[in-house]
């Protein structure tokens, strides 16, 4: 039986797909209010201004991330096994209308964001990086991964990669796009698929 969401659950998927297809400054509470089929004032209800749903979207997205990977996000276990989690949670994302995450989302208006949404959305950026960090250097230490270089600029370029491989995975419409990009990855730290 699919599984019935509260209002404000819908608020929240309807603006997290008008965020990542419009960006920030591309939307209106109207834009959501209308196909959910509520007033503006619902919204207002459950997020007094648009920063307070921006926020609230981002700590959504980490929240989403951290219980997907719950299960390796402690040290130990395989590194390889966290790295797959990461490319499954892409997949996941990418197949449910999340083309792109929500750090990149708000890029393109970071400049206009207030410092607390700046903060959250820089916070979340830090957090998967020195996650990613943490699995490379495990990786090494077990003989699992070999690369050249500093497991936190590692982790960043692969961060940056996967990003960038949503954006164009969505405009190329090529079949197995991310899965290309994960196998090169996973070449580049020496794993055999």
């Not at 979207?57 to 719950?70: D, F, G, P």
């Not at 959250?120 to 070999?146: H, I, M, Y």
């Not at 995975?169 to 794993?191: C, P």
Request: with cysteine; aromatic share 10%.
């Amino acid at each position: 039986m699919a599984e019935v969401l509260t209002t404000r659950e819908q608020i929240i998927d309807k603006a997290f797909q008008l965020l990542l297809q419009r960006g920030l400054n591309g939307f209106s509470y109207r834009d959501i209010s209308e196909p959910l089929g509520i007033k503006n004032a619902a919204i207002h209800y459950h997020f007094p201004n648009k920063m307070d749903l921006v926020k609230t979207l981002i700590e959504e997205n980490q929240q989403v991330l951290r219980k997907s990977t719950a299960e390796f996000m402690a040290y130990g276990g395989s590194a390889r096994q966290q790295l797959e989690g990461l490319f499954a949670f892409t997949l996941f994302q990418f197949s449910h209308d999340r083309p792109i995450c929500i750090v990149g989302a708000l890029s393109i208006d970071y400049e206009e964001l207030p410092e607390e949404i700046k903060e959250a959305n820089d916070r979340f950026s830090r957090d998967s990086n020195k996650w990613l960090t943490r699995v490379l250097e495990l990786g090494r230490e077990q003989g699992e991964f070999s690369f050249q270089g500093e497991p936190w600029v590692k982790a960043m370029s692969i961060l940056a990669t996967i990003q960038g491989a949503r954006q164009m995975a969505r405009v190329a419409k090529v079949e197995n796009y991310l899965e290309t990009v994960f196998s090169q990855i996973r070449l580049d730290l020496g794993i055999s698929d």
